[in-house]
């Protein structure tokens, strides 16, 4: 039973290109986290999605980034026109819908 | 907004010994979880917690549910050199909700 599987592990873009990060849950999974993790700090929660649903953006900054989480593939965190604060790893957690929620092994985004 | 204090923020202790840490909140909790992290990789699931007063172990680890609901605590008995790593604990106020998370104990075991 495959875990929860992010692509790429590492991405590195130039300032004002876009990054495409994607996340397959975890099989049977529809609840899909998404946290950013800037080095030696913790993990700050940026959106919950479930299929087709955007539940809480709460810590989703307001321009540049979107979520979604389509009926059928993965789900994708979109970073539009990058700049160098956004260099972070992404991870990304799926749930089936209790309270255990699985992390992937992330994606490293460098701006250069 | 919610706080969740993780401390200590780092522990240097001797294989052999044991470790603990804890969170605290300023809300009430229905689910305290504690993960693991090694570097470059994602956190890793140790224990989850669904009650209040709810005492549960896994292998060397043991995780308990405050009373109070709004803390919990992590013990890891006996340490050995792969404990290492930066242990983070995550509490929910509903069972779908955002995790929050603390800012992470990180433990250094030496021979």
């Known amino acids: 039973n495959a875990g929860v599987m992010q692509n790429p592990r590492h991405l590195v873009r130039r300032r004002g290109q876009e990054a495409r990060l994607r996340c397959s849950p975890m099989?049977?999974?529809?609840?899909v986290y998404w946290y950013r993790q800037l080095p030696e700090e913790g993990l700050k929660f940026m959106v919950y999605?479930?299929?087709?649903?955007?539940?809480?953006e709460s810590g989703m900054p307001k321009e540049r980034f979107s979520a979604e989480f389509p009926k059928e593939g993965p789900s994708i965190l979109r970073i539009q026109q990058v700049v160098r604060g956004d260099s972070a790893a992404y991870f990304c957690?799926?749930?089936?819908?209790?309270?255990?929620?699985?992390f992937g092994q992330g994606t490293r985004l460098t701006v250069v | 907004g919610q706080q969740l204090n993780q401390s200590p923020q780092s522990m240097f202790i001797q294989e052999g010994e044991d470790v603990s840490m804890n969170c605290t909140s300023s809300?009430?909790?229905?689910?305290w979880l504690w993960y693991k992290q090694d570097p470059g990789e994602g956190p890793v699931l140790l224990i989850a917690?669904?009650?209040?007063?709810e005492l549960t172990s896994n292998g060397r680890l043991t995780a308990q549910f405050g009373i109070t609901r709004k803390d919990s605590f992590l013990n890891i008995s006996a340490s050995i050199p792969s404990d290492v790593g930066i242990y983070f604990c995550?509490?929910?106020?509903?069972?779908?909700?955002?995790?929050?998370f603390g800012a992470g104990t990180q433990v250094v075991v030496t021979p």
């Open positions: 917690l669904y009650k209040a007063g």
């Open positions: 809300s009430i909790f229905n689910t």
């Open positions: 995550a509490g929910r106020t509903d069972s779908w909700g955002k995790l929050q």
């Open positions: 999605l479930q299929k087709e649903n955007i539940i809480d």
């Open positions: 099989k049977g999974h529809s609840h």
């Open positions: 957690a799926s749930s089936p819908g209790n309270y255990e929620a699985f």
